[in-house]
T-cell receptor
Framework: DARVTQTPRHKVTEMGQEVTMRCQPILGHNTVFWYRQTMMQGLELLAYFRNRAPLDDSGMPKDRFSAEMPDATLATLKIQPSEPRDSAVYFC??????????????FGPGTRLTVL | QKEVEQNSGPLSVPEGAIASLNCTYSDRGSQSFFWYRQYSGKSPELIMSIYSNGDKEDGRFTAQLNKASQYVSLLIRDSQPSDSATYLCAVLTGGGNKLTFGTGTQLKVEL
C-alpha cells in the first residue's frame, strides 16, 4: 500500500527555533508539493517540485522558508527562524506523471506545527 | 475575487438525502477539476476528478462541470453519517501545474 509519509507528525517549538519537516513521496512519483493548512486561509500551496527541480515556490515566505529535494525519495521544508504565525498543518503530496494527467495528488498525513 | 470559491457551510442534510456541494472558479483556462474529502484531523483524500463538461458518476458521487458558467458541483446520493466531512474543491491552474483549493464546505449528515 503505497503512501506518502511525513515526519514528524507533531512538532512543538519555541519562536526563533529552526524547524525541519520531511516527506517521502510515493515511489515512482516525480512531482512533490508542500501545502500549509490553517483555519483562516485553508489549504495553500507553498512550493512544488518536478523531477526534483523546484518549479514554483511563490507561495512561500522566502526570508524564512526553504524547500529542497536532496534526492527522489526525500523532500524537506525548513523554517528558520520560526514564528507563532507559522503554526499550521503542513502537508506533503506527491503525484505521478502519466501520458494524460500529471495532476493527481496523494497527500501525506501532515505535520502539525505549533510555534509558541 | 478568490480563484476558487465555496460556501463554507455547514451544510446539514438528513441521512438518505442528496447533498449538493458547489464551487466556482475564476480561471477560464482551467481544464481539470477535483473534489477532495477531508475528515477532521486527517489529510485530504481525492474522491472525484472531472475534465469535461457534463456529469461524471462514481458510485454515490456525481461530479458536474459547466465550464461556460465556471462552476463545478458534487452530488452525494443516499448521504450517510460517514459522509460528514469537509469537501474541498480544487482546480488545476497556473498553466496546468498548480492545484488551487477552495476553503471547503463542511457537510453534516444527520441521523
Amino acid at each position: 500500500d503505497a503512501r506518502v509519509t511525513q515526519t514528524p507528525r507533531h512538532k512543538v517549538t519555541e519562536m526563533g527555533q529552526e524547524v525541519t519537516m520531511r516527506c517521502q513521496p510515493i515511489l515512482g512519483h516525480n512531482t512533490v508539493f508542500w501545502y500549509r493548512q490553517t483555519m483562516m486561509q485553508g489549504l495553500e500551496l507553498l512550493a512544488y517540485f518536478r523531477n526534483r527541480a523546484p518549479l514554483d515556490d511563490s507561495g512561500m515566505p522566502k526570508d524564512r522558508f526553504s524547500a529542497e529535494m536532496p534526492d527522489a525519495t526525500l523532500a524537506t521544508l525548513k523554517i528558520q527562524p520560526s514564528e507563532p504565525r507559522d503554526s499550521a498543518v503542513y502537508f506533503c503530496a506527491s503525484g505521478p506523471r502519466t501520458e494524460e494527467r500529471t495532476d493527481t495528488q496523494y497527500f501525506g498525513p501532515g505535520t502539525r506545527l505549533t510555534v509558541l | 475575487q478568490k480563484e476558487v470559491e465555496q460556501n463554507s457551510g455547514p451544510l446539514s442534510v438528513p441521512e438518505g438525502a442528496i447533498a449538493s456541494l458547489n464551487c466556482t472558479y475564476s480561471d477560464r483556462g482551467s481544464q481539470s477539476f477535483f473534489w477532495y474529502r477531508q475528515y477532521s484531523g486527517k489529510s485530504p483524500e481525492l474522491i472525484m476528478s472531472i475534465y469535461s463538461n457534463g456529469d461524471k458518476e462514481d458510485g454515490r458521487f456525481t461530479a458536474q462541470l459547466n465550464k461556460a458558467s465556471q462552476y463545478v458541483s458534487l452530488l452525494i446520493r443516499d448521504s450517510q453519517p460517514s459522509d460528514s466531512a469537509t469537501y474541498l474543491c480544487a482546480v488545476l491552474t497556473g498553466g496546468g501545474n498548480k492545484l488551487t483549493f477552495g476553503t471547503g464546505t463542511q457537510l453534516k449528515v444527520e441521523l
